[in-house]
Antibody, heavy 125, light 110 residues
Framework: QVQLQQWGAGLLKPSETLSLTCGVFGGSFSGYSWTWIRQPPGKGLEWIGEINHSGSTNYNPSLKSRVTISVDTSKNHFSLRLSSVTAADTAIYYC???????????????????WGQGTLVTVSS | QSVLTQPPSVSAAPGQKVTISCSGSSSNIRNNYVSWYQQLPGTAPKLLIYEDNKRPSGIPDRFSGSKSGTSATLGITGLQTGDEADYYCGTWDSSLSARVFGGGTKLTVL
């Protein structure tokens, strides 16, 4: 059974860098993309970005200038760094596995089939 | 403002059926596959439907998905109090080159 376990600092000051890591246990690391999602308190889901096992990334255009997602295949870990945080970055951050089941020249089917437990990150002075 | 539009809330009685809509555009729903997620209070989201209408192992057939044009629909039959949750649709947006979600729909089982 695949399990994702995430960890990192939960309280930051404005302008600091958020850093979270997600460990993948019980399944293959290759052949999938690894994703970060966030959810502000009481609000909906926002995709931050993803990385595949070879290190190719896709980022949310609205966060791209501040986000770095990296992967360590030797440890089955992937990480998120978000720089220059503000109160607007306060959210529960989730890691997830993205499984792509259909890829054609015109369409993609990809779903987030396993999720971490979530980490509440609060940005406050 | 979410790229995909869902009703904020729906409600129905136990045993009844409910549908949740997800409206998008040709750059997302029409040309890419939709997945649906259930988020029980205080927990991480869980995959309910993938590739528009397929259920992962362990998801009961009370949950179904469909798609037509630029809209997708999640259906839940035989409602149970344990189905009370927030439900999100999601897909890839080819114009934004980003994964997008609906704003979420809160299901209340009266």
């Amino acid at each position: 059974q695949v399990q994702l376990q995430q960890w990192g600092a939960g309280l930051l000051k404005p302008s600091e860098t958020l850093s979270l890591t997600c460990g993948v246990f019980g399944g293959s690391f290759s052949g999938y993309s690894w994703t970060w999602i966030r959810q502000p308190p009481g609000k909906g889901l926002e995709w931050i970005g993803e990385i595949n096992h070879s290190g190719s990334t896709n980022y949310n255009p609205s966060l791209k200038s501040r986000v770095t997602i990296s992967v360590d295949t030797s440890k089955n870990h992937f990480s998120l760094r978000l720089s220059s945080v503000t109160a607007a970055d306060t959210a529960i951050y989730y890691c997830a596995r993205t499984t792509t089941t259909v890829v054609t020249p015109t369409s993609v089917a990809a779903s987030l089939d396993y999720w971490g437990q979530g980490t509440l990150v609060t940005v406050s002075s | 403002q979410s790229v995909l539009t869902q009703p904020p809330s729906v409600s129905a009685a136990p045993g009844q059926k409910v549908t949740i809509s997800c409206s998008g555009s040709s750059s997302n729903i029409r040309n890419n596959y939709v997945s649906w997620y259930q988020q029980l209070p205080g927990t991480a989201p869980k995959l309910l439907i993938y590739e528009d209408n397929k259920r992962p192992s362990g998801i009961p057939d009370r949950f179904s998905g469909s798609k037509s044009g630029t809209s997708a629909t999640l259906g839940i039959t035989g409602l149970q109090t344990g189905d009370e949750a927030d439900y999100y649709c999601g897909t890839w947006d080819s114009s934004l080159s980003a994964r997008v979600f609906g704003g979420g729909t809160k299901l209340t089982v009266l």
